[in-house]
């Protein structure tokens, strides 16, 4: 009677001793990085700055080519994937982006929702919905 209570809570320790080897195996092999290889990478800002990102919307036709809302940072384009940003939306009397879509027929129009999406006491407000025609 003993015997069989015992038994079953060795089978589980050898197999869980067994998961664990199993699982830490692939960690003794794993290559290591010579820390050279990786001691030349350097940061760099590539943007959008600090803010939160809204709205994403990207060109129909192009999958490089995205434009990105923030809460209070305007609208930003991207024609490299994302490698590179560059503002869009400066020459308005608002910052902050809700939403943003990029015309089916037509991708050089994008629409840009102007306000906060997420209401809390410190806001900002929008002020319409704008559109351009060759963004």
Do not use: C
């Amino acid at each position: 009677m003993f015997e069989r209570a015992r038994r079953p809570r060795i089978q589980r320790v050898a197999a869980l001793l067994g998961l664990a080897m199993v699982l830490a195996t692939p960690a003794l092999f794993a290559q290591q990085l010579d820390p050279a290889v990786y001691s030349k990478l350097r940061y760099r800002h590539i943007g959008p700055e600090g803010n939160r990102v809204i709205a994403i919307a990207s060109h129909p036709g192009n999958r490089d080519v995205i434009y990105a809302g923030a809460a209070s940072g305007g609208v930003w384009k991207t024609t490299d994937g994302g490698l590179n940003w560059e503002p869009v939306f400066d020459n308005t009397d608002v910052a902050s982006i809700g939403a943003l879509a990029v015309s089916i027929s037509d991708p050089n129009v994008v629409w840009a929702g102007t306000g906060e999406t997420n209401i809390r006491s410190m806001i900002s407000i929008g002020n319409g919905i704008y559109k351009s025609t060759d963004a």
